[in-house]
């Protein structure tokens, strides 16, 4: 695939369990923040996110926790689908004033839903 | 996919020749990037663009360079391929600079591999 699946962590789950994904940041001045999905052989493909001022958000079976004191992020799936097997990363705002070039990327995890 | 078109989806060169990977966008959207990604790399900044014939660069630019000359078009050109230039490129596009509360939307990428 065109993923980074090679190097990444895994993370294998049952199907119709709930998955939990962690990410730890590097700024504490991040203000915004991203959760993405990547399939093999496509492109990043949103699936939430989050502000500082916040430390929850939901979607649909979807979670994010931000934990700004130990800068930990987390991307909850409820009752997990064979369609959510792929990999996941998450992305923060570290420029502080905009910019594209203040997004960094975290390397991902890969998540296996087994049936 | 969020009207994002990369062309073409799969290329093979040779070192030393020039290359150009073509983005389409339908959406209308002010800000375009490129990104490249690489085994055990998250996804890095090549170069972005906040309008036509407005461009910076990213992270790692050097041996790319970039032109918008419309709003729905942004062309990332390899003037002399390198080996190290094998990658899957992806183009995003934002309604407002990426990372400022706005999530980047990514095509399906372009494979490029460099004999």
């Known amino acids: 695939g065109e993923n980074v699946g090679l190097h990444l962590p895994t993370l294998s789950v049952q199907e119709g369990d709930n998955s939990i994904i962690n990410c730890a940041y590097s700024n504490s001045a991040s203000d915004y923040f991203i959760w993405y999905k990547q399939e093999s052989g496509k492109g990043p493909q949103f699936i939430i996110d989050?502000?500082?001022?916040?430390d929850k958000r939901q979607g649909q079976r979807v979670t994010v926790l931000l934990n700004k004191t130990v800068k930990h992020l987390s991307l909850q799936i409820a009752a997990t689908q064979p369609g959510d097997s792929a990999v996941y990363f998450c992305a923060e705002n570290i420029g502080g004033g905009g910019g594209a070039d203040g997004l960094t990327f975290g390397k991902g995890t890969h998540l296996i839903i087994q049936p | 996919d969020a009207g994002i078109t990369q062309s073409p989806r799969h290329k093979v060169t040779e070192t030393g020749t020039p290359v150009t990977l073509r983005c389409h966008q339908t959406?209308?959207?002010?800000?375009m990037y490129w990104y490249r990604q690489d085994p055990g790399h998250g996804l890095r900044l090549i170069h972005y663009?906040?309008?036509?014939?407005?461009?910076d660069k990213g992270e790692v630019s050097d041996g790319y360079s970039v032109s918008r000359s419309k709003t729905e078009d942004f062309l990332l050109t390899l003037e002399s391929a390198t080996s190290s230039q094998t990658s899957v490129y992806f183009c995003?596009?934002?309604?407002?600079?990426?990372?400022?509360?706005?999530?980047?939307?990514f095509g399906n990428g372009t494979r490029l591999t460099v004999t």
């Open positions: 959406e209308n959207h002010r800000y």
């Open positions: 995003a596009i934002s309604e407002r600079a990426g990372g400022t509360n706005s999530p980047l939307h």
């Open positions: 989050i502000r500082s001022n916040m």
């Open positions: 663009s906040y309008g036509v014939k407005d461009t």
